[in-house]
């Protein structure tokens, strides 16, 4: 049987789908942070667990470009609107945080001569983030995922990886882990995902 901290966890990434497919309607991040209302911040209780780190793997690449959005003419697959917050183990968001995001395509293929599907952006004053991009193809030996880094002001760097629910691949994927799994719905546009990092 789910403890009581996990299912305050369900709760409140389901009112976070809902208000990160609303936030779909709204214009750049900055916009957004104006005019959509966030749920309340998890209570934690006891301090929250830090956000599980995994390799980097080997196709990251600095200076990605500053961006929300992956997607580019032509590009193809299914979108995807990854959203949600950055927050401290004390459930207080955390602003101004470097969030680097870089995946496979739709084809399960990673572009290592430009910065195709890669990109970073800064979390706003509530800790808010948003990307839109299209769901990962799947890269050979690995199940679908997408790569982060995660940097707040002058601390340390986080590196970690996001997973999707019910991927056959999962099972099998030998760093693959429950605590990275995104939250799952969808709106007119298509898919959208919810995670809050928690910076230790």
Known sequence: MPDAMHIQRRRTLSGLLRATALARLGGPL???????TLPPTPACGAPASATVEQTEGPYFKRNSPLRLSLLEEGLAGERLLLGGRVLDTRCQPVAKVLLDF?????AG????RGFRMRGHQFSDATGAFRLDTVLPGLYPGRT??????LQPPGGPVLTTQLYFPGEPGNRGDGIF???LLVSMGRD???AVATFNFVLG
Do not use: C, F, M
């Open 177 to 179: 882990s429950t605590d």
């Open 188 to 190: 007119a546009s298509g």
């Open 30 to 36: 900055a916009a957004l942070a104006q005019t959509r």
């Open 102 to 106: 870089w995946q496979a395509d739709a």
């Open 109 to 112: 293929a990673y572009d290592n």
């Open 144 to 149: 679908r995922h997408i790569h982060v880094k």
